[in-house]
């Protein structure tokens, strides 16, 4: 069990960060309003690292829900340009969950995001 550092709920599932060289953990809603999503072919995507490291192929893409549950994954060395438009369609579909409700997260192969 974890507290998020942020709204100070307790959680099952953190998203794990760091401040003034310590740990810190999160739940999905305030992990996502600390990042600035940006524009990944045509979709908007967070990206955890932005500004400190480079985007690599051997990241993926993760698709959430608003509650932090995965839905899809896509890794970067294999994608093809309008694949996250399409899966973000398929989701929607079979989800009922609307394009706002679902986000886009670049994972980055080297880090651990999740606790």
Known sequence: MYT????QTSITEA???SKNEGKIYSCFKCFI???????FDDE???YPLFGMRNIQLEDSIA??????????RVYLNSYEEGLLSYLREEI???T???TEEVKLVIEPY??????
């Open 4 to 7: 998020c550092h942020f709204c």
């Open 15 to 17: 998203f794990v960060g």
């Open 33 to 39: 309003q600390t990042l600035k999503p940006f524009k």
């Open 44 to 46: 908007l995507v967070y």
């Open 63 to 72: 698709f959430y829900s608003k509650h932090g549950d995965e839905l899809a």
């Open 92 to 94: 929607d579909k079979e």
């Open 96 to 98: 009922n969950l609307t």
């Open 110 to 115: 080297d880090l651990q995001l999740k606790e």
